[in-house]
């Protein structure tokens, strides 16, 4: 490394996650680059212990650590499950890592973590999280989803693909920026705008109508709009370079909301813990409240008659329907109790 720290913002990481071939090993070397030519250090860590070459130095490998080939022979496992046996060996020495990090925190703008292609190897295990709540436990930490634009021109790929990016923020509680990569073969305009306006990407739906999947997707696309509010996007060519401004731009902007996040997230574990003591202190009766709550989740959860028929009207109507489906709970009354002394024998009283 031949940079030197800027010293003026504190080290910021970024895990680099994505489906497999979205280009995150491309965009990892490309933004070091970039961030070597204005002079800001990066420190790069990659935990993909199946990857054979990749196009820049790491100064931390969990290959060097793990034998992928041996963990797949010695526990007797198939490609993914090695490799998740690996990632999980490697989270048992993550102080040593957040350690080492720490130790260059003084020289390094920005340490950049490169993740399996798998991408639910990382971000559904127990590893990942160990992993990415370690970091952040000491740097502001964010999520950069890279997207391979190119296979996300269908508004059913998009919305699956956004689903897992929403999914993954909301698991890891981690401000996620969503990278639309792979800009020199296709433009990523159509995705910026179904992401900015539901309509447009209604219109593009429009050619699907009548397909059980199209109004699955329309529907998907609406409980995202919150989702799409918070996070950022951007648009790069990790190839070419293009829109690497952007994208730095978006990761500053991001690692700045990391404290409201954080916050938010000891907000909603105080408020938990504040409503358990008092669920304790009150007895059964509320460990019931809990339960009946709990089994309200499930059943607007559940497909129904209802929100099946939902799923083929037009979504203008969105409203009236929702109210109707609150309505349909009441009527299920008799369900509804079956469905509470089911939970109420099963669940724990503290639950
Ligand atoms: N044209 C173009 N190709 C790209 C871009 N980014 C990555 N690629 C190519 O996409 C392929 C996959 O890139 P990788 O960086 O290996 O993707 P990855 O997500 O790390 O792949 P896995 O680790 O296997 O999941 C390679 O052939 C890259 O050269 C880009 O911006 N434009």
Partial sequence: ????????TSTIACLVIGMAGSGKTTLVQRLAAE???????TYLVNLDPAVIQIPYEPNVDIRDTLNYKDVQVEFQLGPNGAILTALNLFAT?????VELLESREEQVDTFVVDTPGQVEVFTWSSSGSIIAESIASSFPTILLYVVDTPRATKPLTFVSN???????????QLPLVVVLNKKD???T????QWLNDFDTFDEAMQQLEGDYSSNLARSMALAMEEFYRVISCCSISAATGE?????WNCIQKAAKEFSSFRNEKNHISMKQEAASSEMQSQGASSSQETSRQRIAKKLICQPT????????DTFLQRDVETTSLVEQMNEEEEEYQALLNQFSTSWPSSQ
């Fill in 189 to 192: 305009e159509f995705a910026q």
């Fill in 1 to 8: 490394m031949t940079t030197t720290h800027s010293n003026t």
């Fill in 305 to 312: 008659e209802q929100s099946k028929q939902i799923t083929q």
């Fill in 93 to 97: 020495r993550i102080d040593q890592l």
């Fill in 162 to 172: 956004m689903i897992y990016a929403c999914s993954i923020m909301y698991r890891m």
């Fill in 35 to 41: 961030l070597s030519t204005r002079d800001l250090c």
């Fill in 243 to 247: 829109g690497m401004d952007e994208l």
């Fill in 185 to 187: 073969l296709v433009s």
